[in-house]
């Protein structure tokens, strides 16, 4: 079975704090993603990557970088973390081209306080 | 700008009962339609994929159908169990690597 994993379930970070996320997946997939998902917004992209080293920003890139420096990881940083930034994070995988074999992590729910 | 729109927003079904979820989208050009199933606190597990010429998938108790001409698709679950309580999502491709996603149809199942 494809396995996205994500370090952590939950985490609880101070304002104004550098929170890294961390995603590793075991199927030497291309395609890395970070999503946010709050209710009734759904799933929002944050950044994707399509190569190591290589990074592209989703719809809601602000606030936030990535780094891939290995093709299984794919780590979200909050530079300086801010209470609107509580949300669930899911981290998904890809195969190359149209995205078949897309795969999610467990998610990560981070609560900024 | 491409979207996706699901209905009902959440729906309550007791135990044994069927269900259909909607899902409407206006993303071009389509690739693929996908249902997920996302239990509480976890990350979203797919449960159908289907292309432009598919019209009807199922996994188990799961069937899924998609119109390309009407860009609708709808999730029937038959003889529905607790363990269906979740929130569904439709999330359908274009023909790059990006994603539009539903808001989710949330399921109650009641014994």
């Known amino acids: 079975d494809v396995k996205v994993t994500q370090s952590s379930r939950y985490l609880v970070k101070r304002t104004g704090e550098k929170v890294f996320l961390e995603c590793v997946q075991d199927?030497?997939?291309?395609?890395m993603f970070w999503y946010r998902q709050d209710p009734g917004l759904g799933l929002r992209l944050i950044y994707f990557s399509y190569d190591v080293k290589m990074k592209e920003k989703g719809d809601i890139p602000e606030g936030y970088s990535v780094s891939r420096e290995k093709k299984e990881r794919f780590s979200l940083i909050l530079e300086s973390a801010s209470t609107n930034q509580t949300s669930m994070y899911l981290c998904?995988?890809?195969?190359?081209?149209?995205?078949?074999?897309?795969?999610f992590g467990s998610g990560t729910r981070l609560t900024v306080v | 700008k491409n979207q996706v729109e699901q209905s009902p927003q959440s729906l309550i079904i007791l135990e044994g009962k069927n269900c259909t979820l909607q899902c409407n989208y206006t993303v071009s050009p389509f690739s693929n339609l996908r249902w997920y199933k996302q239990d509480t606190g976890r990350g979203p597990v797919s449960l159908t994929i289907m292309t432009f010429s598919e019209n009807t998938k199922s996994n188990g108790r799961y069937t899924a159908t998609l119109d390309a001409d009407t860009k609708q698709s709808s999730l029937h679950i038959t003889a529905s169990q607790l363990s269906d309580s979740a929130s569904y999502i439709c999330?359908?491709?274009?023909?790059?690597?990006?994603?539009?996603f539903g808001a989710g149809t949330t399921v109650t199942v009641r014994a």
């Open positions: 199927m030497d997939h291309e395609n």
């Open positions: 998904a995988s890809s195969l190359r081209g149209l995205g078949y074999g897309y795969t």
């Open positions: 999330v359908v491709s274009a023909v790059d690597y990006k994603l539009s």
